[in-house]
Protein backbone atom coordinates (compact mmCIF):
# COMPACT_ATOMS: atom_id res chain seq x y z
CA UNK A 1 0.00 0.00 0.00
CA UNK A 2 1.42 3.42 -1.02
CA UNK A 3 0.56 6.77 0.41
CA UNK A 4 -1.67 7.78 3.11
CA UNK A 5 -4.90 5.57 4.14
CA UNK A 6 -6.86 5.29 7.54
CA UNK A 7 -9.01 2.89 8.41
CA UNK A 8 -12.10 2.74 10.73
CA UNK A 9 -12.72 -0.40 12.02
CA UNK A 10 -13.14 -2.20 15.53
CA UNK A 11 -10.66 -3.94 17.20
CA UNK A 12 -11.89 -6.79 19.85
CA UNK A 13 -15.17 -4.72 19.69
CA UNK A 14 -13.84 -1.39 20.78
CA UNK A 15 -13.42 1.95 18.31
CA UNK A 16 -10.48 1.83 16.35
CA UNK A 17 -8.71 4.15 13.70
CA UNK A 18 -5.50 3.45 12.44
CA UNK A 19 -3.38 5.42 10.14
CA UNK A 20 -1.05 3.81 7.62
CA UNK A 21 1.93 5.23 5.52
CA UNK A 22 3.28 3.97 2.64
CA UNK A 23 2.56 0.48 4.01
CA UNK A 24 3.69 1.13 7.78
CA UNK A 25 1.37 1.68 11.21
CA UNK A 26 1.90 5.34 11.55
CA UNK A 27 -0.59 5.59 14.37
CA UNK A 28 -3.26 3.49 16.17
CA UNK A 29 -5.93 5.26 18.26
CA UNK A 30 -7.99 2.13 20.13
CA UNK A 31 -11.27 3.31 22.63
CA UNK A 32 -10.41 2.58 26.09
CA UNK A 33 -12.62 1.97 29.10
CA UNK A 34 -11.67 4.71 31.27
CA UNK A 35 -12.48 8.44 30.64
CA UNK A 36 -11.37 10.02 27.24
CA UNK A 37 -9.23 12.83 27.44
CA UNK A 38 -11.79 15.98 26.42
CA UNK A 39 -14.38 14.93 28.43
CA UNK A 40 -16.17 17.53 30.46
CA UNK A 41 -17.52 17.02 34.04
CA UNK A 42 -18.82 19.65 36.49
CA UNK A 43 -16.99 18.84 39.56
CA UNK A 44 -16.55 19.33 43.39
CA UNK A 45 -13.46 20.14 45.15
CA UNK A 46 -12.74 16.77 47.65
CA UNK A 47 -9.79 18.10 49.07
CA UNK A 48 -7.12 20.51 49.18
CA UNK A 49 -3.27 18.97 48.78
CA UNK A 50 -0.76 21.92 49.28
CA UNK A 51 2.70 19.39 49.12
CA UNK A 52 1.32 18.25 45.40
CA UNK A 53 0.35 22.03 44.41
CA UNK A 54 -3.41 20.97 43.42
CA UNK A 55 -7.14 20.00 44.51
CA UNK A 56 -8.81 16.57 44.50
CA UNK A 57 -11.99 16.93 42.83
CA UNK A 58 -15.15 14.09 43.26
CA UNK A 59 -16.73 13.69 39.53
CA UNK A 60 -18.88 10.58 38.48
CA UNK A 61 -16.02 8.89 37.19
CA UNK A 62 -14.38 8.60 40.64
CA UNK A 63 -11.34 10.97 42.16
CA UNK A 64 -9.87 13.43 39.37
CA UNK A 65 -7.00 15.74 39.95
CA UNK A 66 -6.52 19.35 39.36
CA UNK A 67 -2.97 21.53 39.53
CA UNK A 68 -2.28 25.21 39.76
CA UNK A 69 -5.23 26.14 41.94
CA UNK A 70 -5.73 28.98 44.55
CA UNK A 71 -8.26 30.14 46.95
CA UNK A 72 -10.80 27.52 46.58
CA UNK A 73 -12.60 25.91 49.82
CA UNK A 74 -14.28 22.30 49.90
CA UNK A 75 -17.53 21.72 47.92
CA UNK A 76 -16.95 24.55 45.21
CA UNK A 77 -17.80 23.41 42.12
CA UNK A 78 -15.51 23.61 38.73
CA UNK A 79 -16.36 22.59 35.59
CA UNK A 80 -12.58 20.27 33.99
CA UNK A 81 -11.62 18.79 31.52
CA UNK A 82 -9.68 16.11 30.97
CA UNK A 83 -6.16 15.99 29.50
CA UNK A 84 -5.09 12.54 29.76
CA UNK A 85 -5.38 8.83 31.14
CA UNK A 86 -4.66 7.90 34.96
CA UNK A 87 -1.77 5.72 35.90
CA UNK A 88 -3.43 2.77 37.57
CA UNK A 89 -4.57 3.49 40.66
CA UNK A 90 -4.29 7.58 40.67
CA UNK A 91 -6.31 10.28 39.74
CA UNK A 92 -8.25 11.37 36.58
CA UNK A 93 -5.63 14.42 35.37
CA UNK A 94 -7.89 17.22 34.53
CA UNK A 95 -7.48 21.13 33.85
CA UNK A 96 -9.89 23.78 34.33
CA UNK A 97 -8.96 25.50 30.93
CA UNK A 98 -11.43 24.21 28.88
CA UNK A 99 -10.69 23.56 24.92
CA UNK A 100 -13.44 22.65 22.53
CA UNK A 101 -11.72 20.98 19.58
CA UNK A 102 -12.85 20.48 16.20
CA UNK A 103 -11.17 19.74 12.84
CA UNK A 104 -10.79 23.65 11.85
CA UNK A 105 -11.27 25.49 15.28
CA UNK A 106 -10.88 25.33 18.70
CA UNK A 107 -12.80 27.42 20.91
CA UNK A 108 -11.55 28.66 24.42
CA UNK A 109 -13.79 30.05 26.60
CA UNK A 110 -11.23 30.87 29.69
CA UNK A 111 -8.88 32.99 26.85
CA UNK A 112 -10.45 35.46 24.93
CA UNK A 113 -9.30 37.05 21.25
CA UNK A 114 -8.76 35.31 18.04
CA UNK A 115 -6.00 33.73 16.89
CA UNK A 116 -4.52 31.80 13.85
CA UNK A 117 -1.92 28.98 13.73
CA UNK A 118 1.70 30.02 13.30
CA UNK A 119 1.72 27.97 10.32
CA UNK A 120 -0.44 29.55 8.30
CA UNK A 121 1.98 32.63 6.65
CA UNK A 122 0.27 33.93 3.29
CA UNK A 123 -0.92 37.49 4.83
CA UNK A 124 -3.83 37.19 2.38
CA UNK A 125 -5.52 33.98 3.75
CA UNK A 126 -4.70 35.26 7.34
CA UNK A 127 -6.97 38.19 6.86
CA UNK A 128 -9.57 35.95 5.16
CA UNK A 129 -9.58 33.86 8.21
CA UNK A 130 -9.20 36.81 10.72
CA UNK A 131 -12.84 38.44 9.20
CA UNK A 132 -14.67 34.82 8.71
CA UNK A 133 -13.36 34.50 12.31
CA UNK A 134 -14.51 37.48 13.96
CA UNK A 135 -18.10 37.48 11.89
CA UNK A 136 -18.51 33.82 13.46
CA UNK A 137 -17.78 34.80 17.15
CA UNK A 138 -19.28 38.11 17.11
CA UNK A 139 -21.18 38.69 20.23
CA UNK A 140 -18.81 36.19 21.98
CA UNK A 141 -16.43 36.96 24.65
CA UNK A 142 -15.05 33.56 24.26
CA UNK A 143 -11.90 33.34 22.30
CA UNK A 144 -11.20 31.21 19.35
CA UNK A 145 -8.17 29.16 17.26
CA UNK A 146 -8.21 28.20 13.74
CA UNK A 147 -6.10 25.56 13.36
CA UNK A 148 -3.47 25.26 10.19
CA UNK A 149 -5.98 22.96 8.02
CA UNK A 150 -7.96 25.63 8.11
CA UNK A 151 -6.06 27.41 5.53
CA UNK A 152 -7.45 25.07 2.29
CA UNK A 153 -10.55 24.33 3.81
CA UNK A 154 -14.25 25.14 2.54
CA UNK A 155 -15.33 28.88 4.62
CA UNK A 156 -18.83 27.31 4.84
CA UNK A 157 -16.93 23.68 6.76
CA UNK A 158 -14.78 26.46 8.55
CA UNK A 159 -18.22 28.33 9.72
CA UNK A 160 -20.18 25.32 10.56
CA UNK A 161 -17.16 24.00 12.38
CA UNK A 162 -16.78 27.54 14.77
CA UNK A 163 -20.40 27.13 15.17
CA UNK A 164 -21.12 23.53 16.59
CA UNK A 165 -18.07 24.31 18.96
CA UNK A 166 -19.30 27.84 20.02
CA UNK A 167 -22.80 26.10 20.73
CA UNK A 168 -21.36 23.46 22.41
CA UNK A 169 -18.96 25.84 25.10
CA UNK A 170 -21.97 28.19 25.55
CA UNK A 171 -24.12 25.27 26.85
CA UNK A 172 -21.66 23.36 28.92
CA UNK A 173 -20.27 26.86 30.41
CA UNK A 174 -23.81 28.25 31.87
CA UNK A 175 -24.38 24.81 33.29
CA UNK A 176 -25.09 25.57 37.35
CA UNK A 177 -25.75 22.77 38.75
CA UNK A 178 -24.62 22.12 42.07
CA UNK A 179 -23.42 17.77 41.79
CA UNK A 180 -20.99 16.18 40.00
CA UNK A 181 -22.34 15.96 36.55
CA UNK A 182 -21.04 14.25 33.35
CA UNK A 183 -21.47 17.53 30.86
CA UNK A 184 -20.01 15.95 27.77
CA UNK A 185 -18.19 12.79 26.60
CA UNK A 186 -14.38 13.22 24.70
CA UNK A 187 -14.23 12.46 21.29
CA UNK A 188 -13.83 8.09 20.52
CA UNK A 189 -11.49 7.14 18.23
CA UNK A 190 -13.35 7.40 14.72
CA UNK A 191 -14.03 11.50 15.02
CA UNK A 192 -10.62 11.78 16.66
CA UNK A 193 -9.00 10.33 13.64
CA UNK A 194 -11.58 13.25 11.44
CA UNK A 195 -10.34 15.80 13.47
CA UNK A 196 -6.71 15.15 13.62
CA UNK A 197 -5.46 12.99 10.59
CA UNK A 198 -5.73 16.10 8.57
CA UNK A 199 -3.44 15.06 5.74
CA UNK A 200 -4.82 14.33 2.35
CA UNK A 201 -5.75 10.51 2.44
CA UNK A 202 -7.68 7.54 1.11
CA UNK A 203 -10.33 6.44 4.04
CA UNK A 204 -11.80 3.25 4.44
CA UNK A 205 -14.50 2.71 6.52
CA UNK A 206 -16.21 -0.43 5.50
CA UNK A 207 -16.85 -2.84 8.44
CA UNK A 208 -14.21 -5.94 8.92
CA UNK A 209 -11.17 -3.36 6.92
CA UNK A 210 -8.53 -4.17 9.57
CA UNK A 211 -8.18 -7.41 8.05
CA UNK A 212 -9.30 -6.97 4.46
CA UNK A 213 -6.27 -4.44 4.03
CA UNK A 214 -3.56 -6.19 6.26
CA UNK A 215 -4.00 -3.35 9.31
CA UNK A 216 -4.07 -6.23 11.92
CA UNK A 217 -0.59 -7.65 10.69
CA UNK A 218 0.63 -4.46 11.76
CA UNK A 219 -1.13 -3.92 14.40
CA UNK A 220 -0.09 -7.64 15.85
CA UNK A 221 3.34 -6.86 14.98
CA UNK A 222 3.12 -3.66 17.46
CA UNK A 223 2.04 -5.64 20.18
CA UNK A 224 5.97 -7.49 20.47
CA UNK A 225 8.10 -5.32 22.33
CA UNK A 226 10.47 -5.85 19.53
CA UNK A 227 11.02 -3.69 16.92
CA UNK A 228 13.90 -3.55 13.71
CA UNK A 229 15.76 -0.87 12.98
CA UNK A 230 17.41 -1.94 9.25
CA UNK A 231 20.54 -3.34 9.01
CA UNK A 232 20.31 -5.66 11.59
CA UNK A 233 19.72 -3.27 14.23
CA UNK A 234 16.84 -3.22 17.02
CA UNK A 235 15.05 -1.93 19.79
CA UNK A 236 12.70 -3.08 23.10
CA UNK A 237 10.37 -1.18 24.32
CA UNK A 238 9.48 -2.30 27.65
CA UNK A 239 6.96 -0.62 30.20
CA UNK A 240 7.99 -1.19 33.56
CA UNK A 241 6.29 -0.28 36.74
CA UNK A 242 8.68 2.49 37.29
CA UNK A 243 9.09 4.04 33.29
CA UNK A 244 9.70 2.65 29.85
CA UNK A 245 12.55 1.13 29.27
CA UNK A 246 14.33 1.43 25.63
CA UNK A 247 17.27 -0.39 24.63
CA UNK A 248 19.04 -0.22 21.37
CA UNK A 249 21.24 -2.87 19.53
CA UNK A 250 23.49 -2.97 16.96
CA UNK A 251 23.03 -6.22 16.16
CA UNK A 252 25.56 -8.07 13.79
CA UNK A 253 27.16 -5.33 12.73
CA UNK A 254 30.36 -4.59 14.55
CA UNK A 255 31.76 -1.32 12.24
CA UNK A 256 32.39 1.49 14.22
CA UNK A 257 29.71 3.68 13.20
CA UNK A 258 27.51 0.65 14.16
CA UNK A 259 25.84 2.42 17.09
CA UNK A 260 25.46 6.23 15.34
CA UNK A 261 23.30 4.61 12.81
CA UNK A 262 21.50 2.26 14.93
CA UNK A 263 21.11 5.35 17.49
CA UNK A 264 19.45 7.73 14.86
CA UNK A 265 17.48 5.13 13.25
CA UNK A 266 16.23 5.10 16.63
CA UNK A 267 15.67 8.74 17.04
CA UNK A 268 13.72 8.38 14.15
CA UNK A 269 10.75 5.80 14.88
CA UNK A 270 10.99 6.36 18.71
CA UNK A 271 7.75 8.44 18.54
CA UNK A 272 5.75 7.01 16.64
CA UNK A 273 6.56 3.52 17.95
CA UNK A 274 5.72 5.54 21.47
CA UNK A 275 2.38 6.29 19.95
CA UNK A 276 0.99 3.22 18.63
CA UNK A 277 1.33 1.51 21.76
CA UNK A 278 -0.17 3.85 23.76
CA UNK A 279 3.45 4.51 26.12
CA UNK A 280 3.90 7.43 28.41
CA UNK A 281 5.45 9.11 31.59
CA UNK A 282 9.04 8.57 32.09
CA UNK A 283 11.07 6.94 29.06
CA UNK A 284 15.04 6.02 29.69
CA UNK A 285 16.70 5.41 26.50
CA UNK A 286 19.97 2.90 26.66
CA UNK A 287 21.71 3.78 23.42
CA UNK A 288 24.22 1.60 21.75
CA UNK A 289 27.45 2.85 22.20
CA UNK A 290 28.46 6.17 19.89
CA UNK A 291 31.19 8.60 20.19
CA UNK A 292 30.13 11.55 22.26
CA UNK A 293 30.27 14.32 19.18
CA UNK A 294 27.36 12.07 17.96
CA UNK A 295 25.01 13.03 20.86
CA UNK A 296 23.76 16.50 19.01
CA UNK A 297 22.95 14.55 15.89
CA UNK A 298 20.65 11.90 17.72
CA UNK A 299 19.14 15.19 19.69
CA UNK A 300 18.58 16.63 16.09
CA UNK A 301 17.02 13.62 14.85
CA UNK A 302 14.83 12.86 17.69
CA UNK A 303 13.79 16.61 17.75
CA UNK A 304 12.75 16.37 14.10
CA UNK A 305 10.36 13.05 14.81
CA UNK A 306 8.96 15.03 17.37
CA UNK A 307 7.89 17.55 15.49
CA UNK A 308 5.25 15.39 13.63
CA UNK A 309 4.09 13.67 17.14
CA UNK A 310 0.91 14.94 19.24
CA UNK A 311 1.89 14.00 22.00
CA UNK A 312 3.85 16.88 24.90
CA UNK A 313 7.14 15.36 25.08
CA UNK A 314 10.00 16.77 26.73
CA UNK A 315 13.10 15.80 25.69
CA UNK A 316 14.89 16.04 29.56
CA UNK A 317 18.27 15.21 28.28
CA UNK A 318 21.79 13.18 29.23
CA UNK A 319 22.08 10.84 32.73
CA UNK A 320 26.00 10.63 33.74
CA UNK A 321 25.33 6.97 32.77
CA UNK A 322 24.96 8.01 29.01
CA UNK A 323 21.35 7.32 29.10
CA UNK A 324 18.78 9.77 27.05
CA UNK A 325 15.53 10.63 29.31
CA UNK A 326 12.65 11.86 27.90
CA UNK A 327 9.00 13.15 29.67
CA UNK A 328 5.81 11.92 27.92
CA UNK A 329 2.26 12.78 28.15
CA UNK A 330 0.21 9.74 29.10
CA UNK A 331 -2.47 10.94 26.37
CA UNK A 332 -3.51 7.24 25.45
CA UNK A 333 -3.99 3.85 27.59
CA UNK A 334 -1.09 1.51 26.92
CA UNK A 335 -2.40 -0.87 24.06
CA UNK A 336 -1.23 -3.83 25.79
CA UNK A 337 -3.77 -3.01 28.20
CA UNK A 338 -6.72 -2.53 25.93
CA UNK A 339 -6.42 -5.13 23.88
CA UNK A 340 -6.02 -9.34 24.85
CA UNK A 341 -3.09 -11.44 23.45
CA UNK A 342 -3.61 -13.65 21.09
CA UNK A 343 -1.90 -17.21 21.04
Sequence with gaps: ???????????????????????????????????????????????????????????????????????ISQGEMFHVQVTGYAEVG???????????????????????????SRS??????????????????EGSEMGLILRSVSAEANPDNIVDDIAAMRKL??????????????????????????????KPANVVTEEGCFESYDVMEAIESAKSIL?????????????????I????????????????????????VLPSALRIRGLGGQITVDLAPMPKKERRTFENSLRAALRDDDVDTVMAGWTPLGHYELQRKRARQPLSELLIKSD
Excluded at 14 to 22: N, S
Excluded at 170 to 187: A, C, N, W, Y
Aim: with cysteine.
Design 169 to 198: AEQITIDRGQKPTLLVEGDGPHVVAWRDWV
Design 245 to 268: SVDVNTGIDQSFFAGTKANIACAR
Design 227 to 243: IPLGAGASMFVEPTKAL
Design 90 to 116: KAIPVTHKLLFKSRYAIVTPDAAGINL
Design 1 to 71: MKGRQIFLDHLQGREAAALMIDGQLSDLLVDGDAPRPGTVYKAMVDRQVKGQGGVFLKTPDGSAFLRGVKG
Design 120 to 137: IRDDKVRDRLILLAYEAM
